[in-house]
């Protein structure tokens, strides 16, 4: 089992910034696959940015450029810088993790490909 608290979230104006953590424990001994997800009222779970074990990093073309993930697998970590944020950022933002091998690529994490979820943390941005 792994347990994931996320943290960061709050109220913005469009172009402003937040940075979103989300700490992992419990069954962390091995890597811990672990991406950003975000869901808006009445829309299904997407997937934001994730990153690989490679340090590479994939995204969801709403938010390249603009975001970025970052994760310090040493105390399994992440990190979601969020910079000009716009109204449409609005949602409940969720940590997910994985055990089992998990490769972004262009177009971000996705859902099926993790197990573990936080309890999220909200943003909202307010034009």
């Known amino acids: 089992q792994i347990q994931l608290v996320e943290s960061g979230g709050g109220s913005v104006q469009a172009g402003g910034s937040l940075r979103l953590s989300c700490a992992a424990s419990g069954n962390t001994f091995g890597h811990v696959y672990m991406a950003w997800f975000r869901q808006a009222p009445g829309k299904e779970r997407e997937g934001v940015a994730g990153i690989n074990d490679d340090g590479r990093t994939g995204y969801a073309d709403s938010v390249k450029g603009r975001f970025t993930v970052s994760q310090d697998n040493a105390n399994n970590t992440l990190w979601l810088q969020m910079n000009s944020l716009k109204p449409e950022d609005t949602a409940m933002y969720y940590c997910?993790?994985?055990?089992?091998?998990?490769?972004?690529?262009?177009?971000?994490?996705?859902?099926?490909?993790?197990?573990?979820w936080g309890q999220g943390t909200q943003v909202t941005v307010s034009s």
């Open positions: 997910g993790a994985s055990i089992d091998y998990v490769y972004v690529v262009a177009g971000g994490p996705k859902r099926h490909e993790y197990h573990y």
